[in-house]
């Protein structure tokens, strides 16, 4: 009975619709797949009615709906609609397109910062600094270029069809003999000829004799450059005149304007070298550009710094046993700093800056200025501005005691080991006894090197200078107080054989002159000035900028990207 009576109420719920309610209800549920299927009947309570569909809440476009299905392909407007679609789909695909290569290169640039005026911009990488490296960003993204692939094809003449051969003194210290030989190279390469192994100047200052020879590996420098120039030992044996080479006019180039372009030496003095075979160039100190030179030229200088001057190997294993004793003072292996203390009594006095000290000493200073330099020195009564002025603008170098406030405020503690390359400081141990204060490790080579071993490299006052300049360059951190070519060497020679890795910082003296000058800042406002002055004068990448030499940034010229 109870199955008979389901059965009745059944059949009179499915009488009580019409057919074409029915037809509408099915109608209305295979309009789209994504609206469910009604459950109910239609009861005045509205329990049990479901809720509107998405579409119907939130009106869509056309071209949206078509691609849902919700528009009915059969009305009018359909195919304006996914024409609209397929339009924008395009539009989106082509902008895809276009600008995923600019967006996989930004990507993957590599670290490199950029000049805002005199300030430098670097990229911020989510990365901690440290006391003794750069960011690991700045060391990954440039690699050193400029050594001779197997591969390269050598564009040298035969010796037959050289322009002539010629000749060349390197003036001054060992650092500026350095570039002098560089662009020696350079030029020989830029007129085709012959360089005859040049002679370093017995200078009235350094008063040093060494030879090439005595502080350079011969061998490899010319078999290094045997694919790129021509090199001889000596003057050719079927030139009689050898004497005539720097005392006759007719055998001698002068008057070549400091920072020459190629093209001056290819109009000027390629007719004479070929005129006369055999030519010296006098003076060649800082006698070829940058900016005014091929790019091939000035790699090919890189080639030379970088490759081919190698010292002699005894004064390569002094300064190997020098640096090993640094790091091994403490008994346990750690990392050192070298400060080069550019603060000799001639450095003080051709700075013409104004420094601590009593009367007597600036009495002697006035003295001592007004003989070596007479022009300059005048009455002395215009030096007081005019040193107020060069301290403000940086120009001055840094007293020892400076420099070591700096460091303090940087981070460095006292147990930090530090190599002193200097040569005699002005003023003595007076001088040098605040930063001795602030870092009692302060050690020069005398102190770690043996009497006897020190004996044999006095011999040559260049060869104790590379001494110095190979223990600055093995140090996990370079210092340096003031210019010059030593600093400007070191700091490239880093970049390029460290790839940014090594730090080498560049104080911003002008900014330490305002600091200095205010008795009232506190500490705490002194250190965060100076951490965030220096964040980026740490040696990091940057490009060559124009006038700038490539002897301190060799980046846009001698190195690639990792």
Known sequence: ?????????????????SPAKRDAEAATSASSPFLPSPRGGGGGDGALRSAPPLHQRCPLPAPVRALLALEDPRSPSAPASYRILLSLLTCLALAALVSAPSLWSRLNAPYLCRKDGIRLRCPGVNERGSLWENLHAAATSWKPCAERRSDEISDLVSENETSGYIFIHAEGGLNQQRIAICNAVAIAKIMNATLILPVLKQDQIWKDQTKFEDIFDVDHFINYLKYDVRIVRDIPDWFTEKDELFTSIKRTVKNIPKYASAQFYVDNVLPRIREKKIMSIKPFVDRLGYDNVPMKINRLRCRVNYHALKFLPGIEEMADKLATRMRNRTGNVNPYMALHLRFEKGMVGLSFCDFVGTRDEKAMMAEYRQKQWPRRFKNGSHLWPLALKKRKEGRCPLEPGEIGFILRAMGYTKETQIYVASGQVYGGSNRMAPLRNLFPNLVTKEDLASKDEIEHFKKHVTSLAALDFLVCLKSDVFVMTHGGNFAKLIIGFRRYMGRHRL???????????????????????????VMITHQTRTGLPEATFP????????LSHCMCRA
């Open 1 to 17: 009975m109870a199955e008979l009576r389901h059965a009745t109420v059944a059949a009179a719920a499915r009488a009580s619709s």
């Open 503 to 529: 730090k080498s910082i560049k104080p911003d003296k002008g900014l330490m002159s305002k600091f200095f000058g205010d008795p009232y800042m506190p500490w705490a406002t002194f250190v965060e000035d």
């Open 547 to 554: 006038h700038y030499d490539l002897w301190e940034n060799p």
